[in-house]
């Protein structure tokens, strides 16, 4: 069985660990956070492996996990590099969506292998992650031999691994952002919009939910051309156009969110031939007046 070394084992690490361990895929040598005594927690959450409290006590490991927050990715590497730790072939990968593998370039410089495997999952707590983790999709890049190692000790604690090009990692990561982030940016512009209308916003969540779960099991069962409905998608300019000039009235930051979401709804339309190109256009044109 290869060891693995966890350096930053919040969240992430301590799920993967933890899974890791459970079903024997890799022997889980020694865990580094920022402080020994959180460490000791990720250890005993894991149910294996050492606390240590700094890089110099990690023993050599066949795999190093870097799966600290994205700005002390570099960092760590760098550190791990110029430690003298690693030896040729060695495998570095870090969990981020929003970083390439590319940035764990000093490992490589000490002849590593060096790649990134990113769950697409909201991890909020280790025990929860560690429990719904099954299924998670993941997507990889990096060293083909680094790899050929990572990719099966994914899978055996439930992952779907997919390969990314490297070079399209930030733009990937963005469609995580919208799915996820932003319909929660979303959902607090329509409450604010419920609010400036007099509706408290627990009446607002209330009365939302039922709308947004049906739209939400629409988008997966439908696609999202037919969850579509509302103004846009019946071609209905006049109501498009008064409805932003309100919301401009209100708040002109919410008209531009407005406006650039009413554009891309306006093409979805046009891809299920439920808006003509003249009635599409005369959309594009109530839209784009500022
Ligand atoms: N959370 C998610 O939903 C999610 C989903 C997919 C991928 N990811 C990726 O997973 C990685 C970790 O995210 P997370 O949510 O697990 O973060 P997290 O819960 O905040 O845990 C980060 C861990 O890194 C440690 N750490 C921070 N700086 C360090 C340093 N310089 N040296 C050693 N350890 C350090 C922290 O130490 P302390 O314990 O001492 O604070 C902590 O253990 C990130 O790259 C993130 O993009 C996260």
């Known amino acids: 069985m290869k060891t693995l070394n966890i350096i930053g084992s919040g969240r992430v690490g301590r799920t993967c660990g933890g899974l890791w361990a459970k079903a024997r895929v890799f022997e889980i040598q020694d865990v580094l956070t920022r402080s020994r005594a959180s460490a000791g927690e990720a250890v005993k959450f894991i149910g294996a492996g050492c606390a240590v409290g700094r890089l110099d006590e990690m023993r050599p490991a066949d795999v190093w996990m870097i799966a600290t927050r994205d700005d002390a990715i570099v960092p760590s590497c760098a550190a791990l590099a110029g430690s003298g730790k690693l030896v040729p072939d060695d495998i570095v990968f870090h969990v981020s969506g929003a970083t390439p593998s590319s940035d764990l370039g000093a490992a490589r410089e000490c002849g590593a292998l060096i790649a990134s495997v990113h769950p697409i999952k909201t991890f909020t707590d280790a025990g929860q992650a560690s429990r ?29 691994v997919f390969g990314i090009a490297v070079e399209l990692k930030r733009v990937y990561h963005a469609g995580g952002v919208f799915a996820c982030n932003y319909l929660v940016a979303l959902i607090e512009a329509a409450l604010r919009a419920h609010e400036k209308a007099g509706i408290p916003r627990a009446a607002s969540l209330e009365a939302l939910e039922p709308m947004v779960r049906e739209t939400v099991d629409a988008i997966f069962e439908k696609g999202p051309a037919r969850a579509l409905t509302g103004p846009i998608s019946r071609g209905d300019v006049e109501a498009v156009r008064r409805q932003l000039a309100a919301v401009r009235e209100w708040d002109r930051g919410m008209a531009e969110l407005y406006r650039g979401l009413g554009l891309l709804a306006v093409a979805l339309a046009e891809t299920d031939a439920r808006l003509d190109a003249a009635r599409a256009a005369e959309l594009r044109a109530a839209l784009s007046a500022r």
């Not at 031999?145 to 779907?160: D, M, N």
């Open 132 to 160: 719904t983790f099954s299924g998670t999709f993941c997507s990889a890049e990096g060293d083909r031999e680094a790899l050929k190692v990572l990719k099966p000790a994914f899978e055996k604690i439930g992952a779907k």
